[in-house]
């Protein structure tokens, strides 16, 4: 089914979002000094030599373990953490939550930090990192998706075995593809062990993969052992310390950086040649594949969606059905020219109904949804799997040989190839922006350091939002430094926090359709691999009566709850936490907590709901079920709620679920010129080289500059070629609200390409000169309000040197530090009166511009009538060549090295 023209296509001014000019971007605010403190946390040859020792022998480790706890389960597993995990690594060392620290720590569970991590250890040599693991970090965590999907183990356990101990394992097994229940309590031990020993197993290979794929010195990685609580080492690690560590290193010299980052991970000699081959081949499977029909002599062109479907508890972050289907939607209507395809995991395993209804909407027409699908899978790489390094120079190479793009929602994965330099659009739930999103704001926002404080009431008192939060003022200390890649932009979806202001609220929004994604692959899982009916064994004959009616009591829940058709997140959310806790209520009847948690969070479900017309579940099914014989009551429960939850109507209502999250029309508008902006970045970047235009090195600065002269420039390129299209037979005038007017551009500046006054028909004059003189009204007001503003900072300073200059001159602090302060101030007023002095420049250049008009229409006022009629007739003829012809473009503004375009300067 051709798709070419989608049903809600984006908005025709999708420029509108576009931040053309990189002054008018947020300023991440850092409270730190930004000198940072090198670290000296080096680990020992004698440990070196030890956690090598310990990698080649762990599975003798292992053996030893599994063979002890089959007499002493708690017992073995108290002497693993004490003696072994305690006694081999070092404590975590202190961070204190000080941002300008550069020993580094993540925890070995922390998969997605290793490409930033990666990334900051070699661009910054001063940095260290540490790579901790927990006593029950596994099991921690195990049990934290058994509560979330209502997973309890269901077999007998092992003397000395736990009941938690049993959930984890029957969640491990679950995620292994193993069935739920142990064949015997050898395989449950086993098992067990091997979640205890499996933090201690991932830490060791995370530090090799530092040292093996992104050629990191061993000294300079160390294991920590972190048994302590949250709040002592985890909080104040501040994860965030490895962008703000490795990013100034890409904004002073982003090619460099680049190279610098891909040449560590590719290695050297025949080890490097080897990955760099490996990477290579991927690229040329993808191009050897072809791309859209386009001129010859242009670089083929790509647009990278990345699909992440973990189903697990970080689901939050899994890719969005329906916004994957936008975003190709908005790529086939501004991007035709791209090739789109798929890449990361698979969207569809196990949902063949949401791949049947893209399939029928058009959604994938054209769309490669296998090339680069699991890419790194040995089964496409030669029988062996590419490793992570290898992966990010696939993407290195790629970027390298064509024009790509790479959209997706937030997660490391994508973090490796920003670093080198992607252009990049990344998706962000808007209840995330004011905390966890501040960290990736840093790759694309300005930076000014400085300090935190709580702000206070009149009275003195300590300043608070309602939940309890204090309300924070940033002083900032020094200048304000550019965004370090000008290649990535955000796009945020889905509702805002209930008080704007409070940045650090605890989101909610964000997680229904988590809940949905992973209620809908637990009941799908439960159906289709047999646990459901496995569910009968644990059906008690011997259940008093009360226990049976409400054994029946949860069945009767999870029918209704399958027939609830559904309008938002929130209700579709509840569906599955109602039916996985349902489900653990039909087999555990007897457990009044259930009752009361299930009651409580107000999951019963009271009335009746009709089932579709079509389905074929037997509303009476479970009540004929619960009344069969004792004997035979678990098998026909079960095998009433598969016919239920495998019913055609209720996988219906899940891919429908599945597909509520959804992006505005101003989101998808956002998208759309993100898409353009990040592309031209790269562009510019790539015409510009090593050498800016002032022959000093390029630096990410220089690439805003650039880019706020040839984003103006694509787009009014956009918008003629637009409304050339669309416009009205020769010798028709054009009617107001025509397609093209709707399409003229609203804000003008200098940057733009000006046009011809005498080329514009009377009524274009007109039009044109009140929209030049809206701009100037606007820019008018904005130079009072900078004017203004850098007065009063010129004023304060010439006072006292400056707010943060009292403070310290008050507290009594170093001369140095105030000194420091003081000149930092004195750069403050220097950057306000620049800016106020652009944005005069900029007024008076629209002036001139009114004035210019204003005499054209003049001029025009005192032609004879035959001079009018010659003049109209020649601007006919001349728009009629625009439209008979190509319009060929003013050359453009060239940048260049020292030396001119034959030494990397190219026009742009």
Known sequence: MANDQPSNPPPSNVFDAVEVHYEALPVSEIAASGQGIPSTLFASPEKIAEWDGLERTFGELSRRVKEQVASDVQGTFEQLQEQVFREVAHEPSYVGGQLDRKNLRMYEWQRGELYIHSAALILDPDTTLEVSYEPEG????????SDERRITYLGELPDGVTQEQGNAVAVWRSQKGKSAVSVSDTEFLNDLSDIYLDPFREALATRRRFIEEYSIEPYRIRLSYDDQPYSV???????????????????????????????????????????????????????????????????????????RDNRDQGAFMDTKPEILKQTIEVLRSTEPDRKILLIGDDLFRGRPELF?????????????????????????????????????????????????????IESGALESAICLGVPTVYFQAREHVGDKGTRWQLYWAKWSFGESRVAEEVDGSKKFFASGRPVKLFDRSGGVYPPPLMTVRRVEFGPDLPELEDKEAEPVAVYYPAKITVGVDRISNLVESGELADMASAFDQGWSREAWRTSEYYADQIHRWALVETTDWEVAARRYEAVT??????????????????????????????????SVVDPGGISAAYGAAPQDRGTAVTSALNKLLGDEGFKTRCVHDLRLVSLSAEERAKLASSIKEVAAANEVLRAIGNCAPDGSPTTSKHVAEALSVALPRQQNRS????????????????????????????????????????????????QHHADLTDAAQNLTQRVATTTAAAQALADRYEQDGGQTVARLTASGAEPELIERARGAAAEDVAHAREGAQTVQRKLNDINGRIQQAAQEVERRAGLTPQRQQAEDAARQQHAAQQVQAPQIQPPAPKITGPEGPAHGGVSL
Request: a negative charge; proline letters at 5%.
């Open 138 to 145: 596994r099991l921690k965590r195990l049990l934290l998706e």
């Open 581 to 614: 806790h349902a489900l653990n209520g039909m087999v555990h009847p007897a457990d009044g907590e259930v009752r009361r948690t299930y009651e409580s969070a107000g999951y019963h479900l009271a009335g009746h709901h009709d089932q579709e017309s079509g």
């Open 356 to 408: 049947s209804a893209f399939q029928e909407e058009g959604v994938l027409d054209g769309v490669d949804t296998d090339s680069l699908i699991r890419f790194w899978a040995a089964e496409k790489n030669g029988g062996t799997a590419l490793t992570h390094g290898e992966q990010a120079l696939f993407l290195h190479y790629f970027n390298t040989d064509a024009d790509i793009v790479q959209v997706g």
């Open 719 to 766: 918008l003629n070629s637009r409304a050339g299209a669309e416009a009205a037979p020769l010798g028709e005038g054009r009617p107001q609200g025509s397609p093209a007017d709707q399409t003229r551009p609203t804000a003008l500046g200098p940057a733009q390409a000006p046009r011809s006054l005498a080329l514009l028909g009377s009524d274009e004059l007109v």
């Open 233 to 307: 080492n985890y909080s104040q690690t501040k994860f965030r310390r490895s962008h703000i560590h490795a990013l100034p290193v890409i904004r002073e010299a982003p090619l460099d950086a680049r190279e610098s980052i891909a040449s560590s991970t590719r290695g050297t000699g025949e080890f490097g040649m080897r990955r760099e081959a490996r990477a290579r081949a991927v690229v040329n499977r993808v191009m050897e594949g072809g791309g859209p029909d386009v001129d010859s002599t242009s670089p083929l062109k790509y647009a990278l969606l990345w699909v």
